[in-house]
């Protein structure tokens, strides 16, 4: 089964930034949207942001003019640049396609996920 990789977490002060990449299939990064998730320890997963083939981009609430979602078309991955981190921004980062729009299901199983810890 196809599991999108992730990579880049890390313990960073509140404040910091860190760059997470998900390294895609090249059919996926041609043909859908991928979306970066998080989970935090007693939270359900939530969609952080995502990007479409078209390079248009969503974001949550939450990381809105902190974080940055980007293709690389040289390397074939999907970047999450985030700035300004906050210690509410700790959980387990995934990457993933997605069947459709950001309200479709994801359209790989899960992989491990990259972790990311805001703390001073």
């Known amino acids: 089964q196809v599991q999108l990789v992730e990579s880049g977490g890390g313990l960073v002060q509140p404040g910091g930034s860190l760059r997470l990449s998900c390294a895609v299939p090249?059919?996926?990064?041609?043909?859908?949207?991928v979306a970066w998730y998080r989970e935090a320890p007693g939270k359900r997963r939530e969609l952080v942001a995502a990007v479409s083939p078209g390079n248009m981009q969503d974001y949550a609430d939450s990381v809105k003019g902190r974080f940055t979602i980007s293709r690389d078309t040289d390397m074939i991955t999907v970047d999450l640049q985030m700035d300004s981190l906050k210690p509410e921004d700790t959980a387990l980062y995934y990457c993933?396609?997605?069947?459709?729009?950001?309200?479709?299901?994801?359209?790989?199983?899960w992989g491990q996920g990259t972790q990311v810890t805001v703390s001073s």
């Open positions: 993933n396609a997605l069947r459709g729009d950001i309200r479709s299901a994801p359209l790989y199983t």
């Open positions: 090249l059919v996926t990064f041609r043909l859908y949207t």
